[in-house]
Nanobody, 115 residues
Framework: QVQLVGSGGGLVQAGGSLSLSCAAS????????MGWYRQAPGKQRELVAA???????NYADSVKGRFTISRDNAKNTVYLQMNSLKPEDTAVYYC?????????WGQGTQVTVSS
């Protein structure tokens, strides 16, 4: 079993920055992908960014150039640096870890961007 504990988030004005982090613990196969999804009220959950254990990254078009995902494999921790935030980035952000056929989810953290 894998547990994900996220931290960070909060309230920021448009144009500001926030950072999220998420630490994984438990039975973690070293080849895995970690990422961030978000879900805004009334909208479907969407992938924000993902990073493999080898360091390959993938971003949603809406956040490219503004968000940066990174990870520390020794700590099994993934980070999301969010810059130039927009009101449309407001959502609950969930960290994930995918290992083989399994995807584990963190508890979610609120990010609110005021205009």
């Amino acid at each position: 079993q894998v547990q994900l504990v996220g931290s960070g988030g909060g309230l920021v004005q448009a144009g500001g920055s926030l950072s999220l982090s998420c630490a994984a613990s438990g039975s973690i196969f070293r080849f895995n992908a970690m990422g961030w999804y978000r879900q805004a009220p009334g909208k479907q959950r969407e992938l924000v960014a993902a990073i493999t254990s080898a360091g390959s990254t993938n971003y949603a078009d809406s956040v490219k150039g503004r968000f940066t995902i990174s990870r520390d494999n020794a700590k099994n921790t993934v980070y999301l640096q969010m810059n130039s935030l927009k009101p449309e980035d407001t959502a609950v952000y969930y960290c994930t870890l995918t290992s083989g056929p399994y995807t584990y989810w963190g508890q979610g953290t609120q990010v609110t961007v005021s205009s």
